[in-house]
Nanobody, 122 residues
Framework: QVQLVESGGGLVQAGGSLRLSCEAS????????VGWFRQAPGKEREFVGG???????TYLDSVKGRFTISRDNAKNTVYLQMNSLKPEDTAVYYC????????????????WGKGTLVTVSS
């Protein structure tokens, strides 16, 4: 069983930065892929990016060059560094974990956090 807790959300002006954290319980965290998803009001949950067990990353096209995912297995934590934020980045951000590779399909992720709200003002 893996429990995930997101933190770091808040209100930021357009062009600003935030760093989200996803802290996990469980000894198997380092062997799991971790993904970040977001859901804006009235929209479906979308894949933002993910990091594999070996540290490889993949991103949604609209966040490439602005968002960076990293992991610190010693701290059981994955980070989402978000720079040059835009109002359209406003959403609840969730982290998820699974034993296999990163996939953008939210149906295939086994464990989810409760989310953290990011609001970007114009």
């Amino acid at each position: 069983q893996v429990q995930l807790v997101e933190s770091g959300g808040g209100l930021v002006q357009a062009g600003g930065s935030l760093r989200l954290s996803c802290e996990a319980s469980g000894r198997t965290f380092s062997s799991r892929a971790v993904g970040w998803f977001r859901q804006a009001p009235g929209k479906e949950r979308e894949f933002v990016g993910g990091i594999s067990r070996t540290g490889g990353t993949t991103y949604l096209d609209s966040v490439k060059g602005r968002f960076t995912i990293s992991r610190d297995n010693a701290k059981n934590t994955v980070y989402l560094q978000m720079n040059s934020l835009k109002p359209e980045d406003t959403a609840v951000y969730y982290c998820a974990a699974r034993a296999e590779w990163v996939t953008p399909d939210s149906r295939h992720w086994s464990y989810w956090g409760k989310g953290t709200l990011v609001t970007v003002s114009s």
